[in-house]
């Protein structure tokens, strides 16, 4: 892996010269980590003039989930009374001579930026952007691999689930329970806080779970993702619980399976990101449900759950093969519940199969 950090990092450095900037400093962690292989606590990348390094406050954690740092980096432990990373790696930058200075102005903040321009005052600071997180949009297949491994750790604890006696449980107790299976089952730990909803509940989009036990007759939706090596999927499913399921629950579900069938149909290397997001979203519309729908249809994962493209009414872009992103589109009905299907798939041309799909839990409407 430690050539292809220096890959991505190299297209950085690039960027950053073609902009006229001789050094650049990383500070969003997940960028650290896709840039340098870990991001420690509290951690920054200097891409310098003659160096690279990575400063952190202590010793990198040896632990694996937490990644191990790129060999071909220098790592800079700093001691408690050195202050900032940020500040200090604005001054090695100083003493590397650089003329400029590109950093992350959309995470750090007002004061950490004014202390960067102190410490280094006649160095040029300017913007880097979202340019790492564009880097980070087209994954490579050893970041595939790590996704398809945690969709598979995702799609067995839900399936172990659905095998339990869920009549009379909390909607907090499976929740706890399934994030129990994804580190059983080699996680790192959770991709995000789980969701379990149950009856009136159901459907709604990142619902906390509640002290509401599971009813004969409910809708029950769970949303959950495993990390793994760092990297986050997520998966979504609507069951009914107990009993043959109503009409208007059957409709309500074969109306929003319809939706996400033609979102995921619609992923292809150059479709617009708007335009998968209208295939699942006029399905939902035409039935007279656009009120009350997600503001978007999916988004892409990776280091991080919520990650560019945005598939969305009014997002710009088209879609690069080799970008995972989910399909999510969801109804929820107020006082009765609703449903929600959630994949995470790979987009894919037409001559390798179409979008890989990740999750494969089945999207059978089943009563258990």
Not at 97 to 112: F, I, K, P, Y
Not at 183 to 208: E, I, K, M
Not at 248 to 273: H, K, M, N, S, T
Not at 337 to 353: C, M
């Amino acid at each position: 892996m430690s050539e292809m950090y220096a890959i991505r990092r190299t297209r950085l450095r690039e960027q950053c010269n073609a902009a006229g900037n001789t050094a650049a400093l990383i500070s969003r962690p997940a960028n650290v980590r896709y840039l340098a292989g870990a991001s420690p606590q509290g951690s920054v990348l200097l891409l310098g003039k003659t160096e690279d390094l990575l400063l952190c406050t202590g010793p990198p954690d040896e632990r694996p989930t937490d990644g191990r740092p790129d060999e071909t980096i220098r790592v800079q432990s700093l001691p408690s009374s050195a202050g900032d990373p940020a500040v200090a790696a604005a001054g090695l930058a100083k003493t590397q001579g650089a003329e400029s200075l590109a950093v992350e102005e959309h995470h750090l903040t007002v004061a950490r930026h004014r202390e960067i321009r102190s410490v280094a005052p006649r160095i040029r600071v300017a913007d880097l952007g979202g340019a790492v997180e564009q880097l980070r949009v087209v994954k490579d297949e050893e970041e595939i691999s790590c996704l398809r491994i945690g969709a598979e750790i995702a799609d067995q604890a839900l399936g172990e689930l659905l095998e339990s006696i869920l009549v009379g449980r909390t909607e907090r107790h499976l929740a706890l329970e399934l994030e129990r299976r994804l580190v059983d089952h080699g996680a790192d730990g959770p991709a995000f806080a789980t969701s379990v909803a149950t009856g009136p509940n159901a459907g709604r989009r990142t619902h906390l779970p509640t002290d509401r036990r599971v009813e004969e007759g409910d809708f029950l939706s769970v949303c959950l993702g495993a990390r793994y090596r760092g990297y986050r999927c997520e998966i979504g499913r609507t069951f009914v619980i107990g009993t043959s399921p109503a009409d208007w629950q059957i409709e309500l579900y074969d109306l929003v399976f319809a939706a996400q069938r033609a979102g995921r149909e619609a992923l292809a290397p150059g479709a617009a990101y708007r335009d998968v997001d209208r295939a699942a979203r006029q399905v939902l519309d035409s039935a007279g449900h656009a009120e009350g729908l997600s503001a978007l249809m999916g988004h892409g994962v990776g280091l991080e759950i919520d990650e560019d493209p945005q598939l969305a009414p009014a997002a710009m872009g088209k879609l690069d093969a080799c970008v995972p992103v989910t399909v999510e589109p969801g109804v929820h009905l107020p006082g009765r519940g609703g449903v929600r299907i959630d994949d995470t798939l790979v987009v894919r041309p037409e001559a390798d199969g179409g979008p890989e799909l990740l999750t494969i839990t089945t999207k059978e409407l089943l009563a258990l």
